[in-house]
């Protein structure tokens, strides 16, 4: 089983790779669609399409017709995050000699997801009472995006570049730390309507007993179920899939009702 983990966690990898070293902008772009028809809806202006909704409808569509791959494999933000909580990993491991992956606890971690809401809700509030432009240099993903570019962000962005160093170390307390608890985008993706048929499902009757596995390693500690309110919180991330010891995980219909047939 560990050598069928290592094989999942080198492919993931290396797409999360590609996508870092092609399109590392994706989700600034996408959340600058968002923004746009806000503050074309806050100045009582038609909204008008933009290249940036071009991507904000390509992904939202994606997401609900395959869940949020983007998030697990493609987002550049969250590559940052699991490369800075694997290397952190790393070093407990090797230098601490602690075996267990850290992090929060599911409580701690469900009442902390609400954090993204209240950040968009914020962020939306800010553009319809006008004060967002007093925003301007505060983004961290502002920052990352022109570190990506090859652009070193100038005073301006001093607040943004102290921010991104805070979500840097929160990266590596907890695994998608920005992602479940602080993405605006991420907000949007966890409220979109995901088609059951790209939701996780496990045969329940085939699960050993007291085994639990697949929760553990969820970064969100999320049950397998495609039914599950938590549902919009998964970022495809796939690690619960091969976690299982029994292969008793997949991507489409109810695997229970399908055994019954």
């Not at 008008?48 to 994606?62: C, E, K, P, R, S």
């Not at 997401?63 to 407990?92: N, P």
């Not at 495609?226 to 109810?254: L, M, W, Y």
């Amino acid at each position: 089983m560990k050598k069928r983990q290592r094989k999942a966690r080198l492919i993931r990898a290396g797409i999360q790779l590609a996508f870092f070293l092609a399109a590392p902008a994706l989700f600034s772009t996408a959340f600058a669609g968002v923004k746009s028809v806000f503050l074309s809806l806050a100045a009582h202006e038609p909204v008008g399409w933009n290249a940036f909704l071009d991507v904000t409808a390509a992904l939202l569509i994606l997401t609900c017709l395959f869940g949020r791959h983007f998030c697990g494999y493609a987002c550049a933000f969250g590559t940052l995050g699991d490369a800075l909580y694997e290397g952190t990993l790393w070093v407990r491991q090797k230098i601490f000699h602690k075996k267990k992956r850290h992090g929060y606890s599911e409580k701690t971690i469900r009442l902390l997801q609400k954090g993204k809401y209240l950040l968009l809700l914020f962020l939306i509030a800010s553009i319809f009472t006008g004060w967002y432009p007093k925003l301007q240099g505060m983004s961290p993903w502002d920052v990352f995006s022109m570190l990506t570019a090859g652009k070193l962000p100038n005073t301006s962005y001093k607040i943004g570049v102290f921010l991104l160093i805070v979500l840097m170390i929160g990266m590596c307390t907890q695994e998608r730390f920005f992602c479940q608890f602080l993405c605006p985008m991420g907000a949007v993706f966890a409220l979109m309507p995901i088609l059951p048929g790209a939701l996780f499902q496990r045969n329940r009757s085939k699960c050993p007993p007291k085994c639990g596995a697949c929760k553990m390693r969820c970064p969100a500690h999320l049950d397998i179920d495609g039914d599950t309110p938590f549902s919009g919180e998964c970022i495809c991330c796939h690690a619960c899939r091969v976690t299982c010891p029994r292969k008793n995980i997949q991507i489409g219909p109810n695997v229970q009702e399908a055994s019954k047939e």
